[in-house]
């Protein structure tokens, strides 16, 4: 059945290739996998992209969000935030702490098959945009910083969740990627209401420039692409990211 081939370290699904027909496939078009540059192969599922994004202290979740991955930059790169509250989502990644006794960042990307089953198909240990979904929580701080707050059943602490209603967006990113995404009648009705019904990630009335300056930000990309023949969404992570150690 199909597939999907990926690099092992690889960030906004940039390289992923979907292969419907293995048997079939030109995989000689493809980046030759190497000890440097190992790829992983898995099994294509059919259905709905979640992401969640938790702190945990000592095994508890200090802080925890999810949310549908519906507008994107590229095929991964989530641009729009709406508080999923998925019940299955937060049961695995509670359990999954509580496991390993975690301490730190964690975030994980799912796939829900249309038979509601849910697979792991991501982890990253480290911040990701749900943190956009806390905006203007001060609780969210202390989930960092303070540790865990006090009640909740068997002692145990209340993990800091987005307020009811919680929707952000990268705006710039929903105007482009996400118009030149939309494929129907259908896409373009989603598209407008959450465009309409959300609120930008960088502007602040009292504080506009972290927005105005997003441009100068997007002209260096545009440049450094045009100039390294790769894809913006790849050159805004060249200086930040890691690809493994180098073999000896």
């Known amino acids: 059945g199909p597939i999907v081939l990926k690099p092992v370290y690889s960030r906004f699904a940039a390289h992923v290739q979907i292969i419907s027909e293995p048997s079939r496939a030109r995989l000689s ?20 992209q979640l992401c969640s994004y938790a702190v945990a202290r000592e095994g508890e979740l200090a802080l925890y969000a999810d949310y549908e991955t519906v507008h994107t930059a590229g095929q991964g790169a989530t641009i729009h935030f709406a508080y999923a509250a998925h019940a299955g989502v937060k049961d695995f990644v509670t359990r999954f702490v509580r496991r390993h006794k975690l301490s730190g960042q964690i975030a994980f990307d799912f796939i829900e098959s249309k038979t509601g089953e849910l697979y792991v198909i991501e982890c990253n240990p480290r911040l990701t945009s749900g943190i956009h979904l806390f905006a203007g929580q001060t609780a969210a701080a202390d989930a960092f910083l303070a540790g865990k707050s006090q009640g909740g059943a068997e002692g ?4 800091v969740v987005p307020q009811a209603g919680q929707t952000c967006m990268l705006t710039m990113a929903m105007l482009t990627y ?8 259908r896409g373009w009705t989603s598209w407008v209401r959450d465009l309409c019904n959300a609120r930008d990630v960088l502007f602040r009335a009292e504080d506009p420039r972290p927005f105005f300056d997003q441009f100068m930000m997007l002209g260096d990309l545009a440049w450094q692409s045009l100039r390294t023949k790769t894809s913006m969404l790849a050159c805004s992570t060249s200086d930040i990211e890691w690809n493994g150690e180098t073999p000896q």
């Open 29 to 48: 078009a493809l980046p030759v996998p190497s000890a440097r540059q190992p790829w992983l192969v898995q099994r294509f599922i059919a259905g709905r």
């Open 156 to 159: 145990r602490a209340e993990a």
């Open 178 to 185: 996400g118009l030149a995404n939309v494929k129907d009648w």
